[in-house]
């Protein structure tokens, strides 16, 4: 008996002592949480219920020279519809009322919609997928749909939303506004106005605590923000878009026509460097061409004959040769160092003056002016490419600019015999169109080589941030009289040369055509086809090149053929002359033989009535107004389906006329 209450006294002391030291345990354990580790598990607890929630800043805008917008951000959103979430008696009593409703946005039957919803609810599909990319209006019209309007717990509705990037006026400069992304291995890069003026667009992103509720719903956990975002700037570009509309489709006209792998199209403003139209047209493998590569910046190539204004610069400077000295074209053909420089005519030229020889392109008084002159000297001759920048990678405002190639004596690896004269006519050398283009502009502006610039300024709402003025690169090529006399022989070119049928007596002109071989192989020979000028020729505005490679030889492949009719179908788009004061009183809608002859379509512009413009492009229709002294009002984008005044009505100057455009 005595060993039994022994036994349980002692289990009881054990069980009691058991128990306090595991109260005790508690309580140690406790004061460590409480007192040691307390500042820990609180942080966890707030990341729990707490977050920092990141505000993305409004990347701004980018804006054309004439206010257009080029590039914004808008909402993109996802549809889905959680199946699993209404009641039963909800979705059957709404699944019809849906399902007509979202058969007019889909453009799908009812009953097709019916059968996903369904389908969906059976599957107990809680994510079904029913449209990516919809706009905001789009999100706000199907919110209110039935069911959905019940929001997303009882509804089913999901909206997944995402800010893009967004190019109003469509896919024209698109290279050149660009992009920046993040690529499959999560580097952020990009290309254009976008990626070299991120800094500015981007603004800052700013931050707000939150805190979670019911349902894993999470609200603001004040008022006002920890960190108000700021929203980025807008660029302003010196894109013209009617400008840039008219050298788009000039281009891809003429790539379509011939054929042609790719080419590109640059218009500047000859005194400030402004670029107002840069066109990049590739070939995909489908045969459709689209703006992929920067080719007016970057892809560096030798230039052919358009090289030649740099030769004749060097003898006109140098007092070697003036256009008046003869030279003998030597029955079209001459030998140097075991290699022929032919002429494009058989037979060449007989004797000829320097200007002629320019003006018809011949390769072999070119490359005997340079060689009789330079060959004991070639760095004199270098040193009017030099000057002219031609060397070096043009310090744009854009990334991407392409490393021109110039040979040089110095280094004896990379110089032949047959550098000199070869460069004289355009071979042996690399230089992008810009290059080119920004050679002939200096020419243009007497002299003086201004820098290109893509972007005018940077603007906070109306506020100017930053400027960026027209930049003098060079300020003397040449000579002012020096470029007076290749003005001359340059305008010459298409009066009289191998431009001459890009001839109006109406419209001066001047420029140089170039074609040079990019392949020798007799069975597959490819050519790049150029011209490279100004306009108008007697009081020069605007500078443009136009570069086309691999056009097909069976419909032509020289500068003049090819790539000509584009500069002279923007030319004469952008800036007309005073045309025929003929009176029409009624003209109808433009027919394919007007669009093909702007003569007679410029001096249409200048009646005195109104014209019918339904059925033409919209910009068509705006520079005839415009031309007219008129303003234009339009909505849409497209080609003219409806006009607010009667065609053939009295023109009154800065009268307003609406245009509904699809």
């Known amino acids: 008996m005595e060993m039994n209450q022994s036994y349980h006294a002692k289990r009881f002391y054990f069980i009691v002592s058991l128990m306090l030291l595991m109260g005790l345990g508690i309580v ?55 199946a699993l979430a209404p009641k039963q ?25 019916k059968n996903e919803l369904i389908k969906a609810r059976n ?49 024209v400069a698109e290279r050149t506004i660009g992009y920046e992304r993040i690529d499959e291995n999560g580097n952020l890069n990009g290309k254009g106005i976008e990626w070299s003026f991120k800094d500015f667009l981007n603004g800052k992103d700013g931050t707000q605590l939150m805190q979670k509720m019911a349902k894993g719903q999470w609200k603001p956990l004040r008022d006002e923000n920890e960190l108000e975002p700021q929203d980025g700037l807008d660029v302003i570009s010196t894109i013209d878009v009617y400008m840039q509309d008219i050298a788009h489709h000039a281009l891809l006209d003429q790539l379509v026509k011939h054929d042609a792998d790719h080419g590109c199209v640059v218009v500047m403003e000859t005194k400030t460097g402004y670029v107002k139209a840069i066109s990049n047209l590739g070939r995909d493998k489908d045969g459709n061409y689209f ?26 400077e140098d007092n070697l040769a003036d256009t008046s000295t003869v030279f003998n074209s030597n029955g079209g053909e001459i030998i140097l160092y075991n290699r022929k420089i032919k002429d494009s005519r058989k037979g060449g030229y007989g004797k000829i003056s320097l200007g002629k020889a320019f003006e018809v392109s011949s390769n072999t008084v070119i490359v005997q002016a340079i060689q009789n002159n330079y060959k004991n000297n070639p760095k004199g001759f270098l040193k009017h490419v030099y000057q002219s920048k031609l060397h070096e990678p043009l310090d744009l405002q854009i990334q991407g600019a392409g490393v021109p190639f110039v040979p040089t004596p110095d280094n004896k690896n990379r110089w032949y015999g047959t550098s000199l004269p070869w460069m004289a006519w355009g071979y042996g050398v690399s230089i992008t169109p810009l290059h080119t283009l920004t050679m002939y502009n200096a020419i243009a502006n007497n002299g003086v080589m201004v820098k290109p610039l893509f972007v005018k300024e940077v603007k906070e709402w109306n506020q100017t941030i930053k ?58 020979l490819h050519y790049v086809s150029s011209f490279v000028g100004y306009f108008p020729a007697n009081a020069p505005k605007y500078s443009c090149i ?19 009719p584009v500069f002279k179908r923007i ?54 107004i415009e031309n007219l002294g008129m303003k234009a009002k339009i909505n849409g984008v497209g080609k003219v389906k409806k006009q607010s005044l009667e065609p053939g009505s009295n023109i009154q100057k800065n009268q307003v006329i609406y245009l509904e455009v699809s």
């Not at 008696?89 to 399902?99: Q, W």
């Not at 946005?105 to 097709?112: A, G, N, P, W």
């Not at 305008?491 to 049928?501: C, F, H, L, P, Q």
Request: charged residues 25%; aromatic residues 10%; proline residues 5%.
């Open 28 to 82: 140690v354990k406790l004061v460590n949480i409480q007192l040691v580790e307390g500042d820990h598990y609180r942080e966890i607890a707030k990341q729990r219920t707490v977050k920092t929630h990141t505000i993305p800043a409004n990347r701004g805008n980018i804006y054309s020279s004439d206010g257009s917008l080029l590039a914004t951000s808008i909402p993109s959103y996802t549809i889905r519809f959680d």
């Open 89 to 113: 008696e909800d979705f059957d009593a709404n699944v019809d009322a849906l399902s007509d409703s979202l058969s007019t946005l889909l453009q799908k039957s009812k009953y097709e919609v």
């Open 123 to 171: 599957q107990k599909n809680r994510f079904l997928l029913l449209a990516r990319k919809r706009s905001y209006t789009d999100y706000m019209r199907m919110k209110k749909f039935p069911l959905f309007n019940k929001g997303p717990y009882k509804g089913g509705f999901i909206a997944e939303q995402k800010v893009v990037r967004e190019h109003p006026i469509g896919l």
């Open 291 to 316: 703006e992929t590569v920067n080719y007016a910046i970057n892809e560096a190539h030798e230039p052919g004959s358009t090289f030649k204004l740099v030769s004749m610069m060097a003898l006109l």
């Open 467 to 524: 400027k960026f003025p027209p930049t003098v690169i060079q300020s003397r090529v040449c000579s002012p009289e020096t470029a007076q006399k290749l003005k001359g022989v340059m305008e010459n070119v298409v009066k009289k040369g191998t431009a001459s049928k890009l001839y109006s007596k109406d419209f001066p002109m001047a420029g140089k055509t170039g074609t040079a071989k990019n392949n020798y192989n007799q069975d597959d």
């Open 546 to 564: 136009v570069v086309i490679h691999k056009p097909s030889i069976q419909t032509g492949f020289y500068g003049a053929d090819v790539s000509g």
């Open 571 to 624: 030319a004469q788009k952008v800036y007309t002359n005073t045309p025929s004061q003929n009176v029409i009183k009624k003209i109808d809608q433009v027919p394919v033989e007007v669009k093909n002859n702007y003569q007679k379509y410029y001096a249409k512009l200048h009646s005195k009535y109104l014209p019918n413009l339904i059925g033409m492009d919209v910009m068509d229709a705006i520079a005839i």
